[in-house]
């Protein structure tokens, strides 16, 4: 059992550039959250989805798309990368919501410059 | 909508020593408090909850209690030891989909 899993582990972008950040869990889990996590701020939730089909925005979805085709797979998308982006992404799952826990992924660290 | 606090940012203590971080929230509806540990280079793990209608959880070294009437609620470790240093966030549920993380502790514990 794999879990949550995110890729790329790590990237590098150039200001303007764009670039889908994978994630996709095995558990067959109904819900799906992308969090960003900047130093001293905590986790920030930038989008959700509460099955396949189904999208919702967190609090700072500003710059971000995301898609739920499938129940394995969230991915999301950054378009015309900024530097206020430089952050670590976490992708996390829920069978049933929140109130169930959730399982992170083990993060993407996107840097732009 | 919720907000949770979280304090201290930073704790340092020797190992064997007890640990305490607290948090409060703002929604009185709020029913579901989880904490979560998370390790250098790793995703958060959950290590222990609370549900609304109980006022303490223990698990070996780790509790929490909750106080529903102040709104606030902490984690507590006894018995420190150093693979306990990491950073740990406490939760709050807003309504049933999604939880809202407090800023985060860095727990320091020095042999």
């Known amino acids: 059992n794999a879990g949550v899993t995110q890729t790329p582990k790590f990237r590098i972008l150039k200001i303007g550039q764009s670039m889908t950040l994978q994630c996709t869990q095995d558990m067959n889990h109904n819900y799906m959250y992308w969090y960003r996590q900047d130093p001293g701020m905590g986790l920030k939730l930038i989008y959700y989805s509460v099955g396949a089909g189904i999208t919702d925005k967190g609090e700072v979805p500003n710059g971000y798309n995301v898609s739920r085709s499938t129940t394995e797979d969230f991915p999301l998308r950054l378009e015309l990368a900024a530097p206020s982006q430089t952050s670590v992404y976490f992708c996390?799952?829920?069978?049933?919501?929140?109130?169930?826990?959730?399982?992170f992924g083990s993060g993407t660290r996107l840097t732009v410059v | 909508g919720e907000n949770v606090e979280q304090h201290p940012s930073t704790l340092s203590v020797q190992e064997g020593d007890s640990a305490v971080i607290k948090c409060t929230y703002s929604?009185?509806?709020?029913?579901?408090f989880p904490w979560y540990k998370q390790e250098l280079g790793k995703g958060p793990q959950l290590i222990i909850d609370?549900?609304?209608?109980?006022g303490e959880k223990k698990d070996q070294r780790i509790a929490v209690t909750l106080n529903k009437t102040a709104k606030h609620f902490s984690l507590h470790i006894t018995e420190t030891q150093p693979e306990d240093s990491a950073v740990y966030f406490c939760?709050?549920?807003?309504?049933?989909?999604?939880?809202?993380f407090g800023t985060g502790t860095r727990l320091q514990v020095f042999p």
């Open positions: 929604d009185s509806a709020s029913n579901y």
């Open positions: 609370i549900r609304s209608n109980v």
């Open positions: 996390a799952s829920s069978p049933l919501g929140g109130a169930y826990g959730y399982t």
């Open positions: 939760a709050a549920i807003l309504n049933t989909d999604k939880l809202i």
